[in-house]
C-alpha cells in the first residue's frame, strides 16, 4: 500500500497512532483475560503478569502503543482500556482489595511490571543472574505486598 492510498482509509498519522493502540490494548486484553481466566490470587496474578510480560516481549511496537491513555474524545481506546482495566481488576479482587488499595494496587501492579518488561526489552539487565529468577521474585512480591494490603484492611 502507498503511503498516499493508506491516507485515504485512515485520517492522518495520529488516526492511525489511535488505531494501533485500539489494537494493542484488545490484543493486551484478550491475552491477559485468557491466561487469568479460572485463577484466582496468586496463580491469577502469576498468569497475568507472565502474560503481559509475554506480549510485551513478543509485540514490542504495539506494546508500547497500548500505553498511552486515552483522550477524553476517544470513545474506541476509552472502552479498550475499560476493557484491560476490569482484567486487572478481576485478578485484584481475588486479594479482596477495593476503593483507594483497587487503585493503588491496580497502578503497582502495572508499573511494576511496564518498569521490568521496560528494562528488560532494552538491555537493562546486564548483571549475569537468570531474570526470569528475578522476575519471579518481583510476581512474589507483588503478591506478598496486595496480601499484607487486604490482611490489614480486615485487621483495621
Do not use: C
Not at 500505553?67 to 485478578?91: G, I, T
Request: no cysteine; hydrophobic share 45%.
Amino acid at each position: 500500500m502507498r503511503l498516499p492510498s493508506l491516507y485515504k482509509h485512515v485520517d492522518g498519522l495520529g488516526a492511525l497512532r489511535g488505531l494501533v493502540a485500539v489494537l494493542a490494548v484488545r490484543e493486551l486484553t484478550e491475552e491477559l483475560g485468557r491466561a487469568a481466566v479460572g485463577k484466582s490470587g496468586n496463580a491469577a496474578l502469576r498468569a497475568l503478569a507472565d502474560a503481559y510480560r509475554s506480549y510485551a516481549r513478543q509485540h514490542p511496537g504495539r506494546y508500547a502503543a497500548a500505553l498511552q491513555a486515552p483522550e477524553p474524545d476517544d470513545d474506541a481506546l476509552r472502552a479498550a482500556s475499560k476493557a484491560v482495566l476490569q482484567v486487572v481488576v478481576a485478578v485484584l479482587d481475588g486479594y479482596g482489595l477495593s476503593g483507594a488499595d483497587l487503585v493503588d494496587a491496580t497502578r503497582v501492579l502495572r508499573g511494576t511490571l511496564h518498569g521490568f518488561v521496560s528494562l528488560e526489552s532494552a538491555g537493562g539487565f546486564g548483571i549475569p543472574q537468570d531474570v526470569d529468577r528475578s522476575f519471579d521474585r518481583v510476581v512474589a512480591s507483588l503478591d506478598a505486598a496486595f496480601n499484607s494490603w487486604s490482611a490489614g484492611a480486615t485487621a483495621g
